[in-house]
Each structure stands twice: as C-alpha cells, then as structure tokens.
C-alpha cells in the first residue's frame, strides 16, 4: 500500500487528489478545471453493502473436513489418468448476491425474490480460467441469446475473486429459472472459441448438466432463483 | 512507548478502518465521481466505469484493510479501478468486441506524452491489451493515459523506479517490432 506518494500536478491521480483536497500541493483551479467537469459528470450507483456473514464455529472445521475429503478421494478413487489443472486444484467457487429493497444479501439469505432484484455472481479461481453464466427455466429453456452468454464471459486471469459485470433481473412469472456458473480451465480457451464446443457450453447451461466430453474440466454450478 | 507518546502517535497519524460501513460509505460519497471518471478514461462507458468503481468499493469494504489516510486510500481505489478496466477490456477483446457504446467524448484526448502521437486512445489501450503483459500494461497506461512519471507509477504499483523503467523499456521494444511488422507487411 502506498503510504504517502508525492505525485506531480501534471497526472489524472495527482489532479483527482488536489479536486478531493487530498494533495500535498494544491493545484491551481484552471489547471484542474477539465478533469473536475468529467468527474462532475459521472453518475455513481447507489452504494449497497450486505450485511457480513457471521462466522459461526463450523467454519473453522472446514480446512480439516476438506483435508479428511482429499485423504478419502485418494484413497478410495481409482487414478485418473490425465487430470485437468482445474481438477488437481480442486479450485473455485461461486457466491450469489441479491440486491432488493436495499439490502444485498447472499442468495441463501435472500428469500424469495422480488421482480426488482438484481442479481450479481462472484467466481472465485485458484487457477487462470474463463467463466460464463446463463439463466435457464425449469424445462431446461435458455433465457437469454446465447451470444449473452458468449459476449458476458469472464476472465479470471490469474488466482482471484471476481464479480461478473453487470446484475440480472428477473421479470414476469416465475419459470422456475435457475442461474448456472460455468467456469473453465484458461488453457481450454482456444478450444472453447470453436463455435460447436461453445454451443456445448450454452446447452449445458441450459440443462443445467454436468460437463462432460469436449467440457470435460470445466464445472458448472447451478442455483435455483426462484421455485 | 508511554501512553502519552502513544496517544500522541495516534493523533499524528489517524488510520482509516475500511471494514466499517459508514466509513465507506463517506468514502463512496466522497471519491465514487473520481473512481468512476478513472475506469471510464480507459473502459469509455460510463455505465460500465460505473459497475467497476462500485465493486471497487465493495472490495475494498471486504478487504477491511486499514490506511493511514484518505491519500493512500485513494491511490488504492485509483489502481484498483484501473486494474479491472483494463480487465473488463481485455475480456472485451477476447469476445471481439469493439469500444463501442456511451462514449465519452470530452475523454478523447490523450495527454501529450511520448505515446501520444503514436495512436489515438482507444487504439492505443487495444493495441496495449492485446500486445503486452499485464503489468506492462498496467504501467504502461499510467504513462500514456494518465501522464504519469515514472517515480508515480513506481509508487503506485509498489515497485522500484528501475523495474518501472525495464516495464516500459520491454513495451517499447514490443510497440517497436509491431510498428516493424506493420511497415513490411503494408
């Protein structure tokens, strides 16, 4: 973390700090004066926080019940042969979020779902990997373009905990939707540019399935939005 | 040291909790325009400039991290907003998309510095996206579109001068071989 930097009058940063009165060396109004009009210009959301999971004894079980499941999938699985980087890492997760009537809450927390509530996935990678999501109905219909979920991926370039941009909403009758996570290994990314495979990728969101063949690697979580 | 000298230290330098909620919510009041107007000099789309400064924020709640002033938190949310811009873009540019959108015509301008001639701004972040690590990216956006010197991004990312130096040596070198390969194939 930068303690205390002196920056030069003439950078976006050092004019942002003398705008906000956080520089050492006040800068002239005339030479501010075009960065303070962009800046006046933006229009920030509102800000919505949730309200912080309370820890609750069992969490400091998990290291040791996830250590105890490594030790029994070793022991009792039959060797793989060619393990993915994904696999061997045994690495990520997702978490959704609702934001209605104020609150931002996981999804578990949530409740039912108002038509206003937008909904926003966080992927966590141990390894570099690509990411997409998609809502899907109950008979197993996508609901939205596939070229969605092509043009909404995310890259997760390196161990990291990312958000998806941007938020879902739901409106209209419930189709008992369910919002799937896919995420895969980086090194599959040029294969999952061919247009076949990435229709594998969309068909197996909307089914809501297991990936398998041409997918094998990648994991897909679903979570039930709404009954 | 006494509870006299303690408190004296205290008082000279007041830290920041961020994992308190109305203290980010100043902050957000406070720096939120500024954020936003960051990621937007990169990503142009102020709804999308939006979005980043907002999860930046969360973060930033959710790290809990404490800093000895609003400077320094700044400088954090400043490259924190950068980062994810140029990430939003690089995944931008793996679906092919192009920048195109709410664009920010008053943002147009690059500041003179010695990138600026070689190409206009989107350009120049696409070209830098595509050809460059992402700490050669990172550094090499602060100079171009941030008229930063070398001194500011070394203390912006946390490195020396001379690894900030070697940073930008190795884009010119990249920015040279593709102005090479562009001349003999033209």
């Given amino acids: 973390m930068p303690q205390d930097p002196d920056f030069s009058k003439h950078s976006r940063l050092s004019q942002h700090l003398a705008l906000m009165d956080l520089a050492d ?83 578990e927390e949530a409740g039912p779902l108002t038509p206003s509530a937008r909904i926003k996935a966080e992927v966590f990678s141990e390894a570099p990997a690509v990411a997409f999501w998609g809502v899907s109905s109950q008979d197993g219909q996508l609901l939205q373009d596939p070229e969605w979920i092509a043009q909404n991926r995310m890259m997760l ?27 895969c290994p980086m090194d599959m990314m040029p294969r999952l540019e061919d247009p076949a495979i990435f ?29 | ?46 709804d999308v400039a939006a979005e980043i400064a907002h999860d930046t924020f969360f973060k930033l709640w959710q790290s809990g991290s404490t800093f000895p002033n609003e400077k320094a938190v700044y400088v954090w949310i400043y490259r924190t907003c950068h980062r994810a811009a140029i990430d939003y873009l690089r995944s931008a540019s793996h679906r092919r998309e192009s920048f195109t959108g709410e664009n920010l015509d008053e943002m147009e301008s690059v500041p003179a510095s010695r990138y600026g001639n070689i190409v206009m701004t989107r350009q120049l972040v696409q070209a830098a996206i595509q050809q460059l690590k992402p700490d050669e990216v990172e550094a090499f956006l602060y ?3 941030d008229g930063m010197t070398q001194n500011e991004v070394a203390e912006v990312m946390e490195l020396s001068r001379r690894t900030v130096q070697r940073l930008l040596e190795k884009v010119e070198i990249k920015f040279q071989e593709v102005r090479r390969r562009d001349a003999s194939g033209s």
Wanted: positive net charge; contains cysteine.
């Fill in chain 1, 25 to 107: 060396t006040p800068i002239a109004p005339e030479e501010t004066a075009d960065e303070a009009r962009v800046i006046e210009a933006m229009v920030p959301k509102p800000l919505v926080l949730p309200s912080r999971l309370k820890s609750r004894p069992l969490w400091y079980l998990a290291p040791l019940l996830m250590a105890a499941a490594g030790v029994g999938l070793m022991l009792f699985q039959k060797p793989v042969r060619e393990a993915s980087p994904w696999t061997v890492k045994g690495a990520g997760h997702v978490q959704i979020f609702v934001e209605q009537d104020g609150h931002v809450q996981t999804l």
């Fill in chain 1, 157 to 183: 370039e390196r161990p990291e905990k990312k958000f998806f941009t941007g938020s879902l909403q739901l409106d209209g009758p419930s189709e008992g939707e369910s919002l799937c996570i896919m995420v």
């Fill in chain 1, 199 to 227: 229709q594998e990728i969309v068909q197996t969101i909307a089914s809501k399935a297991l990936p398998d063949g041409n997918l094998t690697g990648c994991k897909n979580s679903c979570f039930q939005l709404r009954p």
């Fill in chain 2, 1 to 46: 040291m006494n509870e006299l000298m303690q408190s004296v230290h205290e008082k000279i330098q007041p830290s920041l909790q961020c994992s308190d909620k109305g203290t980010i919510e100043r902050l957000y009041k406070k720096m939120a325009k500024a954020a936003i107007a960051k990621a937007a000099s990169i990503v142009r789309r102020q």
């Fill in chain 2, 143 to 145: 100079v171009a579109l």
